[in-house]
Nanobody, 120 residues
Framework: QVQLVESGGGSVQTGGSLRLSCAASGFTRNAMGWFRQAPGKEREGVAAIDRSGRTTYADSVQGRFIISQDNAKNTLFLQMNGLKPEDTAMYYC????????????????WGRGTQVTVSS
């Protein structure tokens, strides 16, 4: 069974930075990703990375966020720079996808989330 535990969320002002971490245990398959969900909105894919290090990003975060991983420690990261109020959401770590996708249905395992709040 895969378990995912996120950390690193918090409150920052516009333009600030945060680094999220996701500690994974169990077999996570090929790709892991970060998703986010704001109140009243659908959960959306933010970034994903596969075991070879290939990445994909949502257009809204391209150039500001960087996804990375430490395969030896089975840990996923999301460096978020240039944060905007519209980035405010609960951020979830996801695993279990065989393909490098930002589609929610591709992932079988989810963490409980960490809150990111960006104030103007």
């Amino acid at each position: 069974q895969v378990q995912l535990v996120e950390s690193g969320g918090g409150s920052v002002q516009t333009g600030g930075s945060l680094r999220l971490s996701c500690a994974a245990s169990g077999f996570t398959r090929n790709a892991m990703g970060w998703f986010r969900q704001a109140p009243g909105k659908e959960r959306e894919g933010v970034a994903a990375i596969d075991r070879s290090g290939r990445t994909t990003y949502a257009d809204s975060v391209q150039g500001r966020f960087i996804i990375s991983q430490d395969n030896a420690k089975n840990t996923l990261f999301l460096q978020m720079n240039g944060l905007k109020p519209e980035d405010t959401a609960m951020y979830y770590c996801a695993a279990g996808s065989w393909r490098l996708r930002l589609t929610r249905s591709e992932y079988n395992f989810w963490g409980r989330g960490t809150q990111v709040t960006v104030s103007s």
